[in-house]
């Protein structure tokens, strides 16, 4: 086959490059994933590709995809989530998109446990107390709370929720709660009993986003919602930022009307380093860094290769989404 695979990012692993390039022409297009000058590069060189790896977080949209052009025969993202891709575009087209599913759950959910516990804990301000000479200010700074005997909350039972929920099991939580549109066979096993959004932050210490944004899903965390939440509640995002409305919840933050946020992701990506939710003493940001392990990152660019090469053979992908 002579095939012309554009990969939108630098950083891809030799282990998928060396399958493309067994039977492909492979050209990597950009190396600032982020920045503005990266979609230039994109945009300015797309043109001609048969299959497209997007491994990055800028969108996918219309004008991409027209730049590209008719030939393109499939796409592979290397994320699990794909609401940075113009689903209605894509399929509009009829081109084949994969994904990376079910690679990232479990540590993406082992973060969520790793911010559970630094903002309950207050990390933080442990740090910045330890590193800035103030350790004895006292005891009452650092009480936190306890996972033991709590009500978690999981917004979205999915594969990630529901490996949080297997990797909370040895920490004797009392009750585990989800909420999400569809019933979960896989609840009952666990032992998480399925209720309203509105019950679920009602009666959760530690509540979990873990659900895909999509138009239902925007903001669903905001100034009504977070009031329904306990004082003493811990929010963890693992998901998505769009989940959240930041400005209303920096005011609970802020206020004290809810303990404390641990955020793997935010609004925007990057966030700016003097954006004022990075102020807050009692929210822990991460860089979302859920799924950034080594072995996630080839497990990655092997599924997304194998999919650009089945795409292009014109044989079903490993994972589609469409
Ligand atoms: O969706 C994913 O794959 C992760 O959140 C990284 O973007």
């Known amino acids: 086959m002579s095939f012309q695979v554009y990969i939108a990012n630098k950083r891809y692993p030799a282990v998928g490059l060396d399958l493309l390039r067994k039977t492909t022409q492979t050209t990597f297009l950009t190396y600032l994933e982020y920045g503005e000058d990266s979609l230039k590069e994109i945009k300015n060189n797309i043109k001609g590709c048969d299959g497209l790896i997007w491994n990055t977080h800028h969108p996918l949209t219309a004008e991409i995809l027209d730049l590209a052009g008719p030939q393109l025969k499939v796409i592979s993202s290397t994320s699990t989530g794909f609401?940075?891709?113009?689903?209605?575009?894509?399929?509009?087209?009829?081109?084949?998109?994969?994904?990376?599913?079910?690679?990232?759950?479990n540590s993406v959910a082992d973060v969520a446990v790793g911010l559970m516990i630094a903002a309950a804990r207050r990390f933080?301000?442990?740090?910045?107390?330890?590193?800035?000479?103030?350790?004895?200010?006292?005891?009452?700074?650092?009480?936190?709370?306890?996972?033991?005997?709590?009500?978690?909350?999981?917004?979205?039972?999915?594969?990630?929720?529901?490996?949080?929920?297997?990797?909370?099991?040895?920490?004797?939580?009392?009750?585990?709660?989800?909420?999400?549109?569809?019933?979960?066979?896989?609840?009952?096993?666990?032992?998480?009993?399925?209720?309203?959004?509105?019950?679920?932050?009602?009666?959760?210490?530690?509540?979990?986003?873990?659900?895909?944004?999509t138009d239902e899903t925007k903001e669903l965390i905001n100034a009504n919602t977070l009031k329904m939440m306990k004082k003493t509640a811990v929010l963890v995002n693992i998901a998505r930022?769009?989940?959240?409305?930041?400005?209303?919840?920096?005011?609970?933050?802020?206020?004290?009307?809810?303990?404390?946020?641990?955020?793997?992701?935010?609004?925007?990506?990057?966030?700016?380093?003097?954006?004022?939710?990075?102020?807050?003493?009692?929210?822990?940001?991460?860089?979302?860094?859920?799924?950034?392990?080594?072995?996630?990152?080839?497990?990655?660019?092997?599924?997304?290769?194998k999919n650009i090469l089945l795409g292009l053979e014109g044989k079903p992908l490993l994972y589609p989404v469409i």
């Open 83 to 105: 609401d940075h891709i113009d689903l209605g575009e894509v399929k509009k087209r009829g081109i084949p998109l994969g994904y990376a599913r079910l690679v990232l759950n």
């Open 241 to 305: 930022g769009g989940l959240v409305d930041q400005d209303a919840l920096y005011e609970a933050l802020k206020e004290n009307r809810i303990f404390a946020a641990g955020l793997d992701v935010v609004t925007p990506e990057p966030i700016p380093k003097d954006h004022k939710i990075l102020s807050l003493p009692n929210c822990f940001v991460t860089p979302h860094m859920g799924g950034a392990t080594m072995s996630n990152l080839n497990t990655k660019a092997i599924i997304a290769a």
């Open 124 to 213: 933080k301000e442990g740090v910045i107390n330890t590193e800035s000479g103030n350790w004895e200010l006292g005891t009452q700074w650092r009480l936190g709370q306890d996972i033991t005997g709590s009500t978690v909350g999981i917004v979205g039972l999915g594969s990630i929720g529901q490996a949080v929920v297997r990797r909370l099991k040895g920490f004797d939580v009392a009750k585990f709660l989800y909420c999400g549109r569809r019933e979960k066979p896989e609840a009952k096993t666990l032992g998480v009993q399925r209720v309203s959004l509105e019950q679920l932050l009602a009666e959760s210490d530690y509540v979990i986003l873990a659900c895909p944004l």
